[in-house]
């Protein structure tokens, strides 16, 4: 049975990884290179935390749906305002993307730390940490037969409604890439812009619905990984590196959301590996934890070599558009 | 059962499908269009001609709805219509085909098609696909409605653009220059496809230059010369010199010296180059010439025939096949330039003032000033470690004052400059290296009169002091009066050298316009007799 719980945790570890990158492709698939990702997860995280600290404060008793739609809504909001801090600067201002997006990643970290160092002041605790177990075990509600079924009940319905959302949001957002003439539109304009504008597609609209929408994805992997990876215990940069292997992700999910979902199993597997291997000292793990950076290289490598046009970027990615005048 | 349609053409009561009244459009104190008039009807092909700047696209571009004209009115069906947007122009059942194509590069045919279309209904390619297979049968297109724009042909992206249009409904074709990509098979072609598609009853504009082709395709001919409309023929009752002369308009007299040649020798001769481009088309086609000292050999031709190749060729910065002898006048050597870098072309005195459409782009650099653009052709001459700044500077201010460079200082960065000031940066540089060949490639585009007469004078200068110069121009006035033979080159071939001093500008139209095949012949001759 240790192998049936080595892939539950690495769902669970996965699911942010997918929320991230599922978030991240849309957003690439408008052009637009959002190295703002883990600040956008921290802001999820931590918005989510503050809706659910103040209501778990100011209620007599938790409501299961308020408990769920309150954290929910602030973290969407947030992420959502670091999305369209970064459209404004990047799509309306032109700003460079790289450079915006790990300003809002340096912003959304310190944003979450701040706010999860005086949420915790406010609770009076010395160490730096929130705990939200009410709410979180609202969020972590799975179905109740699923420790009937033994291994296949363990790895496969034993999660929450926002693991399977995780999932759901992928396929669904595969299926409108390419089947869908929004999906179509969205790709030309992260393609070719200037072709997509000819077309009378509104190519500003389509880069901010898309970042945005992206960003709000991304960001409920920062409400998973606290409400349900952490059981609701917020610690300051306990998130880690997570957003930087999300987009790391893109880039091994070749720009599809539904090759994403296999691979963060993966990535979540090769994340948490080192704990299921015996007599490991603290150098040994740290060495482990590269692994699904050491895989995206190697990955990287073989389709640079293979050079196959479709497993490539958007080929206006990262590049600012301006409409040709004369 | 569209038999019937097809082979009726539809007539609507002689009502032209498209008709323009006194366009006028200026961009800055540029007149592109100057009251231009013109109509074609259904069932019928207009070829509107012109050289270079003549402002055939820019018209085009109005009825297309991508530029709005400051007067005149545009008449579709014989009622007036407001064309704001390429959306307006689908509306009116107006379709271009640009010479620049616009297609996402890793989508199908079919998807580029689609695009940007909000039809009724779900979305369905293959529903789409099967309209563009029906399409392509219609009119005799060859194209696989799967196949990624990438893994495609120029021509069958051409193919893909057209389908396009007519997929939207498109009963006015526009085509901007669309053979200047193609093969003369692709071509042949294409004109079966706009005659099936003229008797099928639809309007058809295509712009060109090439003569030939206008009189094998078009029923009627508008030509415009430098913005003015001169009128339209009936292409039964016109010829190829009738035409030329239409296009190239009166001669204009230039105030330019020109002095004889003094002892001219040979200095640069190039023998059978052939260039190819990484699709295997051929850009040079055993071009042949001879560069003497004390000359202006002037290169006519329509823009992208080859004479930016031809001058990257010699410049070594372009493969190309064939021999290239430099005749050194300090050695008596002759070496062939071909296999040497750009380095060692230049530090034989070769010099290349290369004007692209992008002044900034491949001669100086933009953000640096003009001490540091000169050391870029001397970094190599400083014997220690450090940059020698002295003499560059020296010279920067010599360039400034000789040349009447209008800048606050040798410090500002060349952007900073007007594009006339520029350009003197920039032949001042080559010149003062002491080339023995000089080649300027549009040095005066985009400069205005007085600018112009500098560099021309600045040429003259050269030419005295014995240089070879090589001056790539396409205003034929100027090179009629500056130089002192001109080479023609058309579609990579030469077609003719001429006594600039006799020629007459129709004599050089008609070479700049000759068809392809014919300048191949004539080049190959010409071989044959040296």
């Known amino acids: 049975m240790m192998l049936a719980g080595f892939l539950q945790r690495a769902i669970m570890q996965g699911i942010p990884l997918l929320y991230g990158s599922t978030g991240e492709i849309l957003t690439e698939k408008s052009g637009h290179l959002n190295l703002g990702i883990p600040g956008i997860m921290y802001m999820g995280g931590i918005g989510g935390v503050i809706g659910a600290f103040l209501y778990e404060q100011n209620a007599a008793a938790l409501n299961p749906v308020l408990a769920v739609l309150i954290p929910l809504v602030c973290s969407m909001l947030g992420s959502l305002l670091m999305g ?95 089947h869908t003439r929004v999906g179509l539109h969205l790709r030309a304009v992260g393609e070719n812009p200037a072709t997509a ?72 597997g090769l994340y948490i590996v080192h704990n299921y291997i015996r007599d490991l000292d603290v150098s040994g793990q740290e060495l482990f934890k590269m692994l699904p950076y050491v895989v995206t290289i190697l990955f990287l490598i073989v389709i640079s070599i293979r050079s196959k046009r479709e497993a490539q970027p958007p080929s206006h990615l990262g590049l600012p558009y301006f409409r040709e005048e004369r | 059962m569209d038999e019937a349609k097809q082979s009726a053409p539809v007539q609507k009561e002689d009502v032209p499908a498209i008709r323009l009244a006194h366009i006028t459009k200026r961009f800055g104190s540029v007149v592109a269009n100057d009251d231009v008039s013109l109509s074609v009807r259904h069932g019928e092909i207009l070829s509107v001609l012109g050289e270079n700047g003549s402002g055939k696209t820019t018209l085009m571009n109005i009825i297309a709805g991508i530029y709005y004209p400051d007067h005149g009115q545009v008449f579709v069906d014989g009622k007036e219509v407001v064309i704001r947007s390429p959306k307006d122009a689908f509306r009116y059942q107006i379709g271009m085909v640009h010479q620049h194509f616009k297609l996402v590069d890793v989508f199908s045919a079919t998807e580029n098609i689609v695009l940007g279309l909000e039809d009724e209904g779900r979305f369905s390619l293959r529903k789409a696909a099967k309209r563009v297979r029906e399409i392509s049968e219609q009119y005799g297109f060859d194209l696989d409605p799967d196949k990624k724009i990438y893994e495609m042909s120029v021509s069958e992206k051409q193919t893909v653009e057209i389908i396009k249009v007519l997929y939207r409904g498109a009963d006015i074709l526009i085509l901007d220059e669309p053979t200047a990509v193609l093969t003369p098979q692709e071509t042949e072609k294409l004109f079966t496809i706009l005659r099936r598609m003229r008797d099928s009853g639809k309007a058809i504009i295509i712009i060109t230059h090439k003569l030939h082709e206008v009189l094998s395709l078009s029923d009627e001919v508008a030509v415009l010369c430098k913005g003015k409309y001169v009128g339209t023929v009936q292409t039964a009752e016109t010829n190829e010199s009738a035409l030329t002369e239409m296009m190239v308009g009166k001669k204009v007299t230039l105030d330019i010296d020109r002095s004889e040649p003094k002892d001219p020798v040979d200095r640069l001769t190039v023998e059978d180059i052939t260039c190819r481009n990484r699709e295997g088309t051929e850009l040079l086609r055993h071009v042949s010439f001879t560069a003497r000292s004390g000359e202006i050999l002037g290169i006519a031709g329509i823009a992208g025939s080859g004479q930016r ?222």
Request: glycine fraction near 10%; aromatic fraction near 10%.
């Open chain 1, 84 to 178: 369209l801090i970064y459209c404004f600067l990047t799509v309306t201002l032109r700003a460079n993307q790289n450079v915006t997006g790990l300003a809002l990643t340096t912003f959304g970290v310190g944003f979450g730390n701040f706010f999860g160092g005086s949420l915790a002041k406010l609770t009076g605790s010395d160490i730096p940490s929130i705990n939200l177990t009410a709410t979180s075990s609202y969020f972590r509600t799975s179905l109740p037969f699923a420790n009937d079924l033994g291994w296949f009940g363990q790895i496969f319905l034993s999660h929450s409604f926002l693991a399977y959302a995780a999932v759901i949001i992928a396929l669904a957002s595969s299926f409108i890439l390419s």
């Open chain 1, 197 to 268: 504008d000819a077309a009378g597609i509104n190519v500003g609209k389509y880069k901010y619905f898309a970042t945005c929408i992206g960003s709000v994805i991304a960001g409920l992997g920062g409400l998973y990984y606290v409400m349900d990876y952490a059981n609701g215990v917020w610690s300051n940069d306990g998130f880690g590196d997570r957003g930087w292997l999300a987009i790391a992700l893109v880039i091994f999910a070749v720009w599809r959301p539904n090759i994403s979902i296999l691979g963060s199993i993966l990535f979540g």
């Open chain 2, 309 to 530: 190749e031809l001058l990257e060729a010699i410049a070594g910065l372009q493969h190309v096949n064939g021999k290239i002898l430099y005749h050194n006048p300090k050695t008596g050597q002759v070496d062939d330039l071909r296999d040497k870098s750009p380095l060692e072309i230049r530090e034989l005195g070769v010099r290349l003032s290369f004007v692209p459409e992008d002044r900034l782009g491949m001669g100086l650099v933009g953000n640096m000033d003009i001490v540091d653009n000169i050391m870029l052709r001397s970094y190599k001459k400083g014997k220690s470690v450090f940059l020698e700044r002295k003499n560059p500077r020296s010279l920067a201010e010599k360039i400034i004052k000789d040349l009447e460079v209008a800048t606050p200082s040798a410090n500002t960065p060349v952007r900073r400059l007007s594009g006339g000031n520029v350009q003197k940066v920039l032949v001042g540089r080559e010149i003062a290296a002491s080339p023995t060949v000089l080649m300027a490639a549009y040095p005066v585009r985009g400069l205005d009169i007085n600018a112009s007469f500098t560099i021309y004078n600045l040429l003259n200068q050269q030419k005295e002091n014995g240089v070879a110069v090589i001056f790539v121009g396409e205003d034929l006035d100027v090179l009629l009066a500056l130089c002192d033979r001109i080479m023609v080159i058309s579609s990579g071939s030469i077609s003719g050298i001429v006594d600039a001093r006799t020629a007459t500008k129709e004599e050089v139209g008609l070479l700049m316009t000759k068809n392809s095949a014919d300048a191949y012949a004539h080049t190959a001759a010409e071989g044959g007799d040296a």
